[in-house]
């Protein structure tokens, strides 16, 4: 079955510090990926998005991600946190097995700013 | 701002009572879904209509329903409310059925 896992449900970096949050995706062929951002109170916001070409994504807010087809990943980086960051993070990818065209989500890793 | 309204934006509701959360977009896409996001178990996929006319069941549909009278709304309605409805629920809109979503504000609702 298809998955998606972010095997880091919270991590806490210091501002400035960079930034790696894990994803990996489980499917037969090589998946749409996408990254969403939310803030505390707010729904979720695209940050980025793989389709195909270019395996490295540039996002919004200086995030980008590295599509790699070997380890099944798709990591969201960011080389200079802002305190502003923190936030939850969402990876996602689409049900193709299902007849629902929606996307998977998954559980989310939250990030934690220290100043 | 084109995007999608939901509301209300929060909602304290005796268990029993029927509610109705809405979700309108104007952005014209075909697919419409509504997730409900709970603590350590992530968004889930509640209903989901590919185009007006047709509806879906997502993961967790049972004591929910909705219908898609026209392209831009998408309602869901909560029969009999109970405890464990209590969650915040996510309206998202989609142009293609495997593309990105867009999502609402949410919608808080509190069943006691």
């Known amino acids: 079955a298809q998955s998606v896992t972010q095997p880091d449900i919270h991590i806490t970096v210091s501002e400035g510090a960079s930034l790696e949050l894990r994803c990996n995706y489980s499917?037969?062929?090589?998946?749409?990926l996408f990254w969403y951002v939310q803030s505390p109170g707010q729904g979720l916001q695209l940050l980025l998005k793989y389709f195909s070409g270019d395996t490295l994504v540039q996002g919004i807010k200086g995030f980008e991600a590295e599509f790699k087809r070997s380890q099944s990943s798709f990591n969201l980086r960011k080389p200079s946190v802002h305190w502003s960051d923190a936030a939850e993070y969402f990876c996602?990818?689409?049900?193709?097995?299902?007849?629902?065209?929606?996307?998977?989500f998954g559980k989310g890793t939250k990030l934690s700013v220290k100043p | 701002i084109a995007g999608i309204t939901q509301a209300p934006t929060s909602q304290i509701l005796a268990a029993g009572r029927r509610m109705t959360l809405r979700c309108t977009q104007d952005m014209r896409h075909n697919a419409m879904y509504w997730y409900r996001q709970d603590l350590g178990l992530g968004l889930r996929l509640i209903h989901y209509s590919n185009t007006a006319g047709t509806t879906g069941k997502g993961e967790v549909p049972d004591g929910y329903s909705v219908s898609r009278a026209n392209t831009d709304d998408f309602p869901l309605t909560l029969a009999s409310a109970v405890p464990s409805q209590t969650s915040v629920y996510f309206c998202?809109?989609?142009?293609?059925?495997?593309?990105?979503?867009?999502f609402g504000e949410g919608s808080r609702l509190t069943v006691l």
């Open positions: 998202a809109s989609s142009s293609l059925a495997a593309g990105e979503l867009f």
């Open positions: 996602a990818a689409p049900n193709y097995g299902g007849s629902q065209g929606n996307l998977i």
């Open positions: 499917y037969g062929a090589t998946p749409y």
